[in-house]
């Protein structure tokens, strides 16, 4: 095996592929690369970019929920409008005053 000059598939600049290299990709079952090393570590960089970027948007897409009746209502304790999903038997309360009732024993 001898050294070959491969062009670059990106930048049309022509680089040294060589003997030690091909024997090193040949071992692997790599394919002869088409870009030069600049551009393969370009490229590189950008992939681990775009990888850490798509994460967040590869999440599924939730169902829409079927809209539920909810009743308007106040809190006895602050006053603050809300909507609950049913009819209390008891004075409702926002889930602010509802979690300090609770923690207060
Ligand atoms: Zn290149
Ligand atoms: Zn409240």
Do not use: H
Not at 19 to 38: D, H, L
Request: glycine share 8%; hydrophobic share 25%; with cysteine.
């Amino acid at each position: 095996m001898q050294d070959t000059t491969l062009t670059c598939g990106a930048c049309s600049g022509s680089f040294v592929f060589t003997a030690s290299e091909q024997a090193y990709y040949a071992e692997r079952g790599f394919q002869f690369p088409k870009r030069c090393r600049s551009c393969r570590q370009a490229r590189r960089r950008g992939r681990r970019r775009s990888q850490q970027s798509s994460i967040s948007g590869s999440l599924p897409a939730m169902k829409p929920m079927a809209p539920r009746e909810t009743y308007p209502a106040s809190c006895v304790e602050c006053g603050e409008d809300m909507k609950i999903p049913f009819r209390l038997q008891s004075p409702p309360r926002c889930p602010g005053c509802f979690c300090e009732e609770y923690s207060a024993g």
